[in-house]
Every structure is written in structure tokens, then in C-alpha cells.
């Protein structure tokens, strides 16, 4: 898989379109996993929301039994991280242990493939 290059750098909070570059680039990639996980548009959902707090953007991918985010923070914390998990349902966004995921795995073809398939099993995916 291509990295996107708004996953490989810092961006600043006042940049707006840093910030629209990284949302079109987690909703794309969170789609193309959605693809290769050979999941229909009513099995998942992807969601958005900023944890002010910490002044993080996260885009999720939900089904029924996973929960994949993408976490992208600002200034110093400006680089993406990664991370699934179990769920039992869409409503529920703590799930079980989180697991994390490199960025750099996702740049070579073995490790793209080995987490697909590793979420397919996790969404309940078997094929």
C-alpha cells in the first residue's frame, strides 16, 4: 500500500489544509481497507471526532465486532498512529485490547496483506 505523504509528516493545527489533506487521506485509506476486507457499505461505518483534550482527530472503521483508527495529533504530536480492536456492536467504542499498528508495516506489501488479514478474521471475515 502507498503511504499517504499527510501520514509521513508534522502539520501544525492552524494549517486547514494539513487537516482536510489527513481527513480525505484516513477516509480513503479506511475505505480501501473496508475493500480489501471484502466488507459491504451497510457492514461498516466510518466515523470522525476530535478528542479536545489531547487535540487529536480520529477516524474510525465500525462494524459489529472491530474497531480500526486512525489517530492523527497536532504540533508536536503530529504524526499518525494506528491502532483495532474488538467491539461487541457499533455502539461500542471501548472494546478489548487495543492493538497497535505501525505505519511503516503498511508501506510493504507482506505487511498491508498480514494486517487485512488479520482484520478479517477480527471483523468475523473469514474468505
Not at 472503521?61 to 489517530?71: A, G
Not at 498512529?81 to 507482506?110: K, W
Amino acid at each position: 500500500m502507498k503511504l499517504p505523504k499527510s501520514f509521513l509528516s508534522r502539520h501544525s493545527s492552524t494549517n486547514s489544509a494539513a487537516g482536510h489533506a489527513i481527513r480525505r487521506d484516513a477516509c480513503r485509506v479506511l475505505r480501501r481497507f473496508a475493500g480489501d476486507m471484502a466488507l459491504r457499505p451497510r457492514d461498516y461505518t466510518i466515523r470522525e471526532h476530535r478528542q479536545r483534550r489531547r487535540d487529536i482527530d480520529v477516524f474510525a472503521l465500525h462494524t459489529d465486532s472491530l474497531l480500526f483508527e486512525i489517530r492523527h495529533g497536532t504540533g508536536q504530536e503530529g504524526v499518525v498512529h494506528m491502532s483495532y480492536r474488538t467491539c461487541r456492536g457499533r455502539d461500542d467504542l471501548t472494546g478489548g485490547r487495543e492493538n497497535a499498528v505501525t505505519v511503516e508495516s503498511l508501506g510493504t506489501e507482506q505487511g498491508y496483506a498480514d494486517l487485512v488479514s488479520t482484520l478479517r478474521v477480527v471483523a468475523g471475515r473469514r474468505g
